[in-house]
């Protein structure tokens, strides 16, 4: 495995980590749910600082989420090329 695989491993299991975190943070901040409309919009204008922060923290999760995708498809690229180049003609 080379260093730029290795970086590229480390680089997804750091974000899937942080995308677990962000997801844990932004449900432990997110307000009460409720099913009736008009109930959750009264808890949302209490707590707007809150929802907007949940909201924050479940984008950024997101985002994590695809930088992980991002570097395991960089690493399987990765192995298929040196496979194909090591592969005889």
Same mark, same amino acid.
Request: glycine share 4%.
């Given at each position: ?26 449900? *432990? *901040? ?6 009736? @409309? ?24 997101? %985002?994590?989420? /695809?930088? @992980?995708?991002? /570097?395991?498809?960089?690493?399987? %690229? ?12």
């Amino acid at each position: 495995m080379t260093a730029a695989q290795r970086t590229h491993r480390r680089i997804a299991g750091a974000s899937m980590l942080l995308a677990s975190l962000l997801l844990l943070v932004s449900a *432990i *901040i997110q307000p009460s749910l409720k099913s009736n @409309e008009l109930q959750q919009l009264v808890v949302i204008s209490n707590n707007l600082d809150r929802w907007f922060a949940t909201q924050a923290f479940a984008l950024c999760a997101i %985002e994590a989420s /695809a930088a @992980e995708r991002v /570097a395991r498809a960089v690493v399987a %690229e990765q192995a298929v090329t040196a496979g194909g180049a090591a592969a005889p003609a």
